[in-house]
């Protein structure tokens, strides 16, 4: 049974006064702009109003209670791998559960992790730290200043990128009195020295960005005010934003540096080391991945002096300033692989990353002046990440998991060559039913386009499986074989299908994947996912009439040109914390420091293609449009939770059935806590079942 008769049926208005029309809105008119106030009490009222109506259709399903108490057993199981970071000879994890809903910051010694069995110590409960301020703080994050026991604790309202920056100290367990602290801002906060912060913050008017980030980074020195911080590296305002940080050595040397972000994939580096800033000797487009031995580690996303795109590089730290640096190529991927993620030991350099989206790790080391390349053995066809190093430590860890198999973790012994297992997850669902696997789709212009498929292994091709398709599609970001419970205990065990989409616009294939789709190119991306549709229908695994698709932030902005573009093809869209309104999206929150990704709608060709593409803006009235559930956060400040308010809100004046959900805390993820994050989930499946089973 669809939802469109229920919903239009419940559905109750506080709607601008306009005329309503059954075409596209016009491009230069917006009649939706009181619904980006983010506060705002008219447009709060609204949002009150479209949850209580759609949370009428999904909470009151028979099925949306069982969903839930799973989703929560799911979000609270004790059977989660205490992932984190190495520090100073301990394993720090950050740890939620039923008892702590907010989350408690731990440790143990490195040696009883490697162990297996590890003897924690909470050093920061930040439950206990909300109740007694009476605060909605959700833990960002705790920097730990080395052979020392102070720390920097960084906590957000409700879940906002903002934070405050609060001194802790690990030894007293409590924030230290006239301590370092630094107000709510996007900020960039690390340690100097005990006695010296380098910031990079508000520092009012005219010090931030356009994209709402600091382009002015100082340096602080103890028991002096905030605002008597010393100018370090000033950028611009049309930057993306200017930040301060620092390598550390494998013997221990630390480097300041600060990173100005000209745009999101263009940055210049600068040693901070010296009497003034040192430019670092690299192209716009690359990464610094650390220190290694004295030499500098980094990839780069576009070809340099005769060095591939995509390659891991090394040169010596001294030569940071040379204009004709000796550099090494460590690793060059081809077509089929990728640079997923790089860390670094005292001993090796660690090398993430996939060939045609399966997981492998290189170790690379220099002994007697000679660079040397193996592969360290792990399970196939499934997912490698780092769970934890430290340049100063021999230890280290990673995680394999694929779709099936539940994360097995593993210490990287003898100086990181072995790997051996030391915990792996119990089943969360029972997965014998069901296989993985691979298949590719031929996109316009003749790009293979790989995807994965998981099914029940006795599922009839015949076109009537309830099936839901997920992709991102930007920033480089790599959609990866990965074991998530709540796909395998709400969805596959209920009789559906879920495929992960490898389109273009992420990083599978390496920066050449992610480029084929920047500015007026990205409707490759959506021809990409539209080939994926297709070849789903043609090999008869599921029908327009029982296939859903699903995307959040970047891959909101895919779910609403795929509406607008092919509603035929799809029965149900999970439109999460999205990108909507295209022609003003530069102008909200942080969205100006993406025009690198999708283009700008002030320069003229880059804005008719905009116009061609903008969910927003091409709404319009017809039959085969389906209902989708469309969900964001108040308190997101990355993501504007105008986008979505204002393309339901479009929706609702065209007659056209939307669910929508708007967590009042949840920040960019929707979910302030886990259990916040279980309750989404639910109405989600619940959603997805209604409109793809029912």
């Known amino acids: 049974m669809r939802l469109a008769a229920a919903v239009a049926g419940l559905a109750t ?102 162990s297996g069995s590890p003897r924690w110590e909470t050093v920061f409960d930040v439950d206990a730290v909300a109740t007694a301020e009476n605060a909605n703080w959700v833990f960002q994050g705790m920097d730990c200043l080395e052979g020392t026991t102070r720390c920097l604790v960084a906590l957000s309202d409700g879940g906002k990128d903002a934070s405050t920056y609060r001194e802790y100290d690990l030894a007293t367990r409590g924030f230290v009195a006239n301590g370092f602290v630094t107000p709510e801002a996007k900020s960039g906060v690390t340690w100097l020295d005990i006695n010296t912060l380098i910031v990079a913050t508000d520092w009012g008017a005219g010090t931030m960005t356009e994209s709402g980030y600091p382009f002015v980074v100082k340096r602080w020195t103890r028991d002096t005010p905030l605002s008597s911080a010393t100018e370090v590296l000033r950028g611009e305002a049309s930057d993306v934003g200017v930040f301060g940080g620092v390598l550390q050595d494998t013997d221990g040397r630390r480097i300041p540096i600060a990173v100005r972000a000209t745009t999101f994939f263009e940055s210049t580096n600068f040693r901070l080391d010296g009497a003034s800033p040192q430019r670092i000797n690299l192209p716009q487009k690359s990464s610094i991945v650390g220190l290694y031995q004295g030499y500098l580690i980094a990839t780069l996303q576009e070809e340099w002096r005769g060095h591939p795109q995509g390659a891991l590089i090394a040169y010596p730290l001294s030569e940071t300033g040379s204009d004709n640096p000796n550099v090494t ?100 669902f029972d997965a014998s039913p069901y296989v993985s696997e691979q298949y590719e789709a031929v996109s316009s212009d003749g790009t293979r386009i790989p995807y994965f498929v998981l099914r029940r292994r006795d599922m009839p091709f015949n076109g009537e499986n309830a099936t839901l398709l997920y992709a991102y599609g930007g920033f480089q970001s790599s959609m990866t074989p990965g074991y998530s419970p709540n796909v395998g205990k709400l969805w596959l065990d209920r009789g559906g299908v879920y495929v992960l989409a490898n389109i273009r616009g992420g990083g599978e294939f390496g920066p050449a994947w992610h480029q084929a789709g920047l500015r007026t190119q990205r409707q490759i991306i959506f021809d990409d996912f539209y080939a994926v549709e297709r070849d789903l229908v043609e090999r008869r695994i599921t029908s327009p009439d029982h296939l859903g698709i699903m995307g959040g932030s970047n891959g909101g902005l895919l779910m609403g040109v795929m509406l607008n573009q092919h509603p035929e093809m799809i029965n149900a869209a999970v439109v999460q914390v999205p990108l909507l309104d295209m022609l003003r999206y530069d102008q909200l929150l942080a969205g100006a420091s993406w025009v690198d990704e999708y283009g700008s709608p002030s320069n003229p060709e880059e804005r008719a293609f905009l116009e061609t593409i903008t969910p927003y803006q091409n709404l319009r009235a017809r039959d085969d449009f389906p209902t989708p559930f469309v969900v964001t956060s108040t308190k997101d400040d990355r993501v504007h939770p105008g986008h979505a308010r204002k393309y339901v809100a479009r929706m609702i004046e065209l007659g056209m059935p939307v669910l929508y959900f708007e967590n009042i805390d949840g920040g960019h993820s929707a979910a302030a806590n886990l259990n916040e994050a279980a309750r989404r989930r639910a109405l989600e499946y619940t959603y997805l079942m209604q409109q793809l089973m029912d």
């Open 13 to 114: 208005l506080f709607l601008a006064s306009c005329s309503t029309t059954q075409g596209s809105l016009n491009m230069t008119e917006d009649p939706y702009l009181w619904l980006e106030e983010v506060e705002g009490e008219r447009a709060l009222t609204w949002v009150r109003e479209q949850n209580a109506r759609s949370l009428a259709v999904l909470e009151g399903d028979s099925r949306f209670a069982q969903l839930h108490a799973d989703a929560l057993a799911l979000a609270n199981s004790q059977d989660r791998l205490p992932l984190g970071g190495i520090h100073t000879g301990y394993y720090y994890n950050f740890w939620q559960d039923a008892e702590h809903v907010r989350g408690i910051y731990r440790r143990t010694r490195v040696a009883d992790f490697a």
């Open 329 to 428: 190529v460590l690793f060059a991927p081809n077509q089929r692989q990728s640079v997923e993620g790089v860390s670094i030991t005292r001993d090796a350099i660690l090398v993430a990353g996939y060939e045609n989206v399966r997981g492998r790790l290189l170790r690379i080391s220099r002994t007697a002046g000679a660079w040397t390349t193996t592969t360290i053995a792990l399970p196939e066809n499934g997912s490698v990440t780092m769970a934890g190093s430290s340049p100063t430590e021999s230890e280290a860890f990673a995680v394999f998991e694929d779709f099936l198999t539940p994360d097995t973790l593993y210490a990287l012994d003898s100086n990181a060559t072995l790997a051996r297992p030391i915990r792996s997850l119990p089943a969360q």
